[in-house]
């Protein structure tokens, strides 16, 4: 995100919720790939 070109204060704010949902999302993904892997290999 830091490589994008800097976006007004009032285009971030209303972005913040759609960027942590997506945040979320991707965590989420990652979590429940390592569970998939580590139920995998017992």
Request: hydrophobic letters at 35%.
């Amino acid at each position: 995100c830091n490589s994008l070109n800097p976006k007004p204060s009032r285009y971030y704010q209303n972005n913040l919720t759609f960027i942590s949902t997506l945040w979320a999302a991707a965590a989420s993904k990652t979590l429940f790939d390592s569970y998939l892997c580590m139920s995998a290999c017992k």
